[in-house]
């Protein structure tokens, strides 16, 4: 079975911060794509990212930086100095051979100024 | 850039209607997906759609169908709206097909109520 767990449902920190939002993954695929979106109050689903299973070199974006380690299952986030404009809910979620995205249950994330 | 529309933002209904939910794309993708979304449980697929007038049922198909006539438009049906249906619905297309590993663009969403 196919499953993504972001153990964290919230997050609350306080702008310049630095906050990792954690993603664990099982799949049974040895072919496999990872993403993360972003879903501010206005309710839209933004992608962010997506990660092949065979490229594990971490990326980093602005202030946005992801660690995909094959070797624990796990695709972490982290937004370097924060600032309110990152108050969102951030899913994670997995694509492998059932043509599917399994979603995460969403971590919301708050910014405090 | 990708736009997915969804016709309401906000949708009020009562027990017992049928009620159509609809998304259009305008980039040509081959894939669209509907899904709702409640706390704690993140997103979970309805229904999927490959190309046109093809459907396929994701994880919790049941009190709902689809329609696919054209390319750009996926219709979520709720042959008979019950209150546990009150959700937020989401709608997605994507490129390129059954093997596709394209990212997801999602629209807005429609917050749905049954009375």
């Known amino acids: 079975a196919q499953k993504v767990t972001q153990a964290q449902t919230e997050i609350s920190v306080v702008e310049k911060e630095d906050v990792t939002l954690d993603c664990v993954y099982e799949t049974r695929d040895t072919t496999y794509y990872l993403f993360w979106y972003k879903q501010p109050p206005s309710g839209e689903l933004v992608f962010l990212i997506r990660r092949n299973s065979f490229d594990e070199q971490n990326e980093i974006s602005g202030r946005y930086s992801w660690n995909f380690q094959k070797s624990t299952s796990s695709f972490n986030f982290t937004i370097t100095a924060s600032q309110v404009v990152d108050s969102a809910v951030y899913f994670c979620a997995l694509r492998g051979n059932t043509g599917k995205l399994i979603f995460g249950q969403g971590t919301t994330l708050q910014v405090k100024p | 850039d990708v736009k997915v529309t969804q016709s309401s933002r906000y949708l009020v209904k009562r027990t017992g209607e049928k009620v159509f939910l609809e998304c259009v794309q305008d980039m040509d993708h081959e894939n669209m997906f509907w899904y709702r979304q409640d706390p704690g449980l993140g997103l979970r697929l309805i229904y999927f759609?490959?190309?046109?007038?093809?459907?396929e049922k994701g994880d919790i198909p049941e009190g709902y169908s689809v329609s696919r006539e054209k390319k750009e438009r996926f219709s979520l049906i709720l042959e008979s709206a019950s209150t546990n249906q009150t959700s937020m619905y989401l709608c997605a297309s994507s490129l390129g097909g059954p093997g596709s590993y394209q990212p997801q663009h999602f629209g807005d969403g429609t917050r749905l109520s049954i009375l």
């Open positions: 759609s490959y190309d046109v007038k093809m459907k």
